[in-house]
C-alpha cells in the first residue's frame, strides 16, 4: 500500500498570502495518477488538480499543482477567503488507492 | 447535471448488515467506474472500494475486505455498498464517487452509517 504523508497538518496565514501544501509518497506514483480534493466543512470533497497540475473544471488558476516521484506540491497563490478548507492528496497509481490525512488551512 | 445521491444509512448494531445504494444521474453510468469512499466524524478521507464499469474488477481496502460488496446495476444507474458484519470502526460518512481515469471527479453528498450497540 502507498502511504501519502502529508505537512504541513494545519496551516495559518492571512488572505492574500500564498500557501504550500506537500504531499510525500511511501513509493514513487505515476504524475498522472496524483489528485488534490479541497473539502470544506459539512461539503463533499471536490477535485481540484488531477494528473499533478491540470486543474479541474472551474477551478481557478491561483491553484498550482507540481511534483514527480515521491513529492508532491499544491500551491495556493493570493489565497482568498474561501480556500481555507481541509486538502487532501489521493494516489491513483495503485490500489487501494490512499489518501494523505490531509492539511488543515486555517485563517490567522 | 452529474448528480450522485446515497441513501441507506442509519444507526445499526455492531455485527449487523446494512447496504447502501448511490443513484446516479446526468450521465452515462454503465461508461464510468465507480467508487466508495468513507469519512469517520472529524477524521479524514478513506477509500474503500471500487468496480468497473462493467463489473469486471472490484477492489477493496483491507479495512473492509471479506466484510463489505461493491456492485451495480447498470440499468438502474444504481451503485451498491453491501456492508456485512459491521464493526464500531466503520462508523462514518460513505460517498460514492464518480472516476475519470485518473481521479474521482463527481461525488455525492453522502449518507451516514452509524455502528453503535
Known amino acids: 500500500e502507498i502511504v501519502l504523508t502529508q505537512s504541513p497538518g494545519t496551516l495559518s496565514l492571512s488572505p492574500g498570502e500564498g500557501a504550500t501544501l506537500s504531499c510525500r509518497a511511501s513509493?514513487?506514483?505515476?504524475?498522472?495518477?496524483l489528485a488534490w480534493y479541497q473539502q470544506k466543512p459539512g461539503q463533499a470533497p471536490r477535485l481540484l488538480i488531477y494528473?499533478?497540475?491540470t486543474r479541474a473544471t472551474a477551478i481557478p488558476d491561483r491553484f498550482i499543482g507540481s511534483g514527480s516521484g515521491t513529492d508532491f506540491t499544491l500551491t495556493i497563490s493570493r489565497l482568498e477567503p474561501e480556500d481555507f478548507a481541509v486538502y487532501y492528496c489521493?494516489?491513483?497509481?495503485?490500489?487501494?488507492?490512499?489518501f494523505g490525512q490531509g492539511t488543515k488551512l486555517e485563517i490567522k | 447535471q452529474v448528480q450522485l445521491v446515497e441513501s441507506g444509512g442509519g444507526v445499526v448494531q455492531p455485527g449487523r448488515s446494512l447496504r447502501l445504494s448511490c443513484a446516479a444521474s446526468?450521465?452515462?453510468?454503465?461508461?464510468?467506474?465507480m467508487h466508495w469512499v468513507r469519512q469517520a466524524p472529524g477524521k479524514g478521507l478513506e477509500w474503500v472500494a471500487v468496480?468497473?464499469?462493467?463489473?469486471?474488477?472490484?477492489y477493496y481496502a483491507d479495512s473492509v475486505k471479506g466484510r463489505f460488496t461493491i456492485s451495480r446495476d447498470n440499468s438502474k444507474n444504481t451503485l451498491y455498498l453491501q456492508m456485512n458484519s459491521l464493526r464500531v470502526e466503520d462508523t462514518a460518512v460513505y460517498y460514492c464517487?464518480?472516476?475519470?481515469?485518473?481521479?474521482?471527479?463527481?461525488w455525492g453528498q453522502g449518507s451516514l452509517v452509524t455502528v453503535s450497540s
Open positions: 489521493q494516489q491513483y497509481d495503485t490500489s487501494p488507492y490512499t
Open positions: 494528473g499533478t497540475s
Open positions: 513509493q514513487s506514483v505515476s504524475r498522472s495518477y
Open positions: 446526468g450521465f452515462t453510468f454503465s461508461s464510468h467506474t
Open positions: 468496480e468497473s464499469y462493467a463489473g469486471s474488477n472490484k
Open positions: 464517487a464518480r472516476d475519470m481515469g485518473v481521479a474521482t471527479d463527481y
